[in-house]
């Protein structure tokens, strides 16, 4: 059994006075049980489980307070068969994000009076990922040894990649989730019903050698993934978000445009 538990926070300061403050409290429980052979198998059964609960607040806070739970059950098992080892592998987690407060109100829809511009309602977010990994070790001789790795992997996007919504003033840019559709004019809508789960499909080959004054390896890879999450430039700026050049000009501010040629960056996702 292993337990590890991170309280985390600090704050941005600026000129002596604390700007944005970023909390991250974490628990992380971890069991597993290794059983003795049964029909020549060898291996443990176990249970992951891990929880976050995140806060941003100020200026720079681009993602929502959201917390995050996960709970998984892997297998692990090998076998060997002469100069031949089996090994054999499983995950099956549960995921979810949830809002601390699901009113998000963007930086361009401050206003409560303004009737254009509603603020977004965030739902939360679970999926189930399953994974699974199968390799063959087979020691030709002494001290060599060939390994050929199968494996099938899933993960689910994590709270930022799902609900960033901000000005990310250590990137210079403007971060939008997966979980929002982007208008050609700057439109901003949550719409999470087109997100996937990441999924990765693996062959690894290897060659090495184990023993001796001199030991080596070698690998040979080929990584096809679906639904690859990454940061792309949609081409909009600050200024050319919906709304927000109007809420700018509601306001007196003589810094007011200093970031409007920020870059908007949304999370999307392609094969890879």
Do not use: C
């Amino acid at each position: 059994m292993q337990s590890a538990y991170n309280d985390y926070q600090h704050a941005e300061v600026e000129e002596g006075i604390p700007g944005t403050r970023f909390e991250n409290d974490s628990l992380e429980n971890r069991l597993s049980i290794e059983h003795s052979d049964f029909l020549g198998w060898h291996g443990l059964v176990g249970f992951h489980q891990r929880q976050n609960d995140f806060v941003a607040a100020g200026e720079e806070a681009f993602t929502p307070a959201t917390d995050s739970n996960s709970n998984a059950l892997f297998v692990l098992e090998e076998k060997s068969f002469g100069d031949l080892q089996w090994q054999v592998g499983a995950r099956l987690e549960r995921v979810s994000h949830t809002p601390a407060d699901s009113l998000l109100i963007t930086p361009h829809d401050e206003d409560e009076h303004d009737d254009e511009h509603e603020a977004l309602l965030l739902s939360k977010y679970s999926a189930t990922a399953a994974s699974f990994s199968s390799g063959l070790v087979w020691q030709f001789v002494p001290g060599y040894q060939w390994s050929l790795q199968l494996s099938h992997s899933a993960r689910a996007p994590g709270a930022s990649e799902l609900f960033a919504n901000g000005l990310h003033l250590a990137t210079q840019g403007y971060e939008l989730g997966l979980g929002y559709e982007l208008s050609d004019d700057g439109e901003i809508h949550y719409h999470p019903d087109e997100v996937s789960k990441e999924v990765a499909n693996n062959i690894d080959l290897g060659f090495s050698k184990t023993k001796g004054d001199l030991t080596f390896s070698y690998n040979f890879f080929l990584n096809d993934v679906d639904n690859f999450i990454y940061q792309a430039n949609t081409g909009l700026t600050m200024e050319q978000l919906h709304a927000h050049e109007e809420h700018e000009a509601e306001e007196d501010h003589g810094d007011e445009h200093a970031h409007d040629d920020f870059a908007v960056y949304q999370y999307r996702q392609a094969d890879a």
